[in-house]
């Protein structure tokens, strides 16, 4: 009988010991986002501290620093990655299987986009380029190499037949090819509708100005680009410009292809109803919809959790992204 109760009472704290461990049980999610250098590492980051602080007791999220994009895709197709940085430009390409993905789609799905990346075509001042078709022939720099800014703009500057002499490189290696007079200039992501801190860093010793498209290049990217969007700038004294038109594409947050509804309702849920988190890792989005930005950008399906849940704030989701 004694050994009966011994063996009992070991069952009973075994079954409260695995029971415990299932309640404390965690999934584990890891967030792809780009070089740790970048202010979208630090959105990424913050991203983790928001789900980890939302759902402490069912998710563990933790920041990989990647390659952004394209690397971003690769690595959720393979199940490496649960959720991942994007411009909604290459998303599409990836869902779709085209251009660089064709015949070989990725079928990740939008949760939410978070900043809009306008992409300035940025010369030397003193280069007398005044106009996108002034550049052929000139070196210029058409993007971080493996980028998606550099795959865009290869694509804009052969429908619109300009042919630069290409400065292939990093960043940096393009911005020091500008101020050394090696390049006219390059392609370079806008914050918002300003300079980004490195295209400021050049022009504190290097005046630049940047080179708008005309009605008819906007005419042909609309019609042959269709997942690019025209952003209207306001220019500026840095710029050496009045209002221009620029090409660009917007920045999100998409799922690796086999995610469940729940996890995404989940983690749309807590990032959206986290603005002031973001704002304070990147303050780009302050002030910013973020659910109304993804529905008047967002170029391919969203995921039906992320779908869910801006049905639930009461907006109306396009029969196209769902």
Do not use: C
């Amino acid at each position: 009988m004694k050994l009966t109760s011994l063996a009992l009472s070991a069952a009973l704290a075994l079954t409260g010991a695995a029971a415990a461990s299932i309640a404390s049980a965690e999934t584990r999610l890891a967030f792809g986002a780009t070089n740790s250098q970048s202010a979208h590492y630090a959105y990424f980051a913050s991203l983790a501290k928001i789900v980890n602080d939302t759902y402490p007791d069912a998710y563990q999220a933790s920041v990989v620093e990647t390659g952004a994009t394209v690397d971003n895709l690769k690595r959720m197709a393979r199940g490496q990655l649960d959720i991942g940085l994007i411009t909604t430009s290459t998303l599409y390409h990836a869902y779709n299987g085209v251009k660089s993905f064709d015949g070989r789609p990725i079928e990740s799905k939008l949760l939410w986009a978070y900043s809009l990346a306008p992409q300035n075509a940025v010369v030397r001042r003193d280069s007398g380029i005044t106009e996108l078709p002034g550049l052929s022939g000139q070196k210029f720099g058409p993007g971080m190499r493996g980028s998606s800014t550099e795959a865009t703009a290869l694509e804009v500057f052969e429908l619109l037949k300009i042919e630069p002499e290409w400065v292939r490189g990093t960043n940096g290696e393009q911005a020091n090819a500008i101020k050394d007079g090696r390049s006219q200039g390059f392609v370079k992501s806008a914050v918002g509708t300003s300079f980004d801190a490195l295209t400021t860093d050049i022009a504190a010793f290097t005046p630049l100005q940047v080179l708008g498209i005309d009605d008819a290049q906007e005419e042909k990217i609309r019609a042959e680009l269709p997942e690019l969007s025209i952003v209207e700038m306001p220019g500026g004294e840095i710029e050496n410009s009045g209002p221009y038109t620029a090409w660009g594409f917007m920045i999100g947050v998409s799922a690796r292809p086999d995610m469940d509804e729940q996890t995404a309702y989940d983690l749309t849920k807590a990032v959206m109803e986290s603005m002031d988190e973001q704002a304070a890792a990147f303050p780009a989005v302050k002030g910013l919809n973020l659910p109304e930005l993804t529905l008047q950008y967002a170029t391919s399906p969203l995921h039906p959790g992320a779908v869910r849940y801006y049905e639930e704030i009461g907006l109306t989701v396009p029969d196209h992204l769902k």
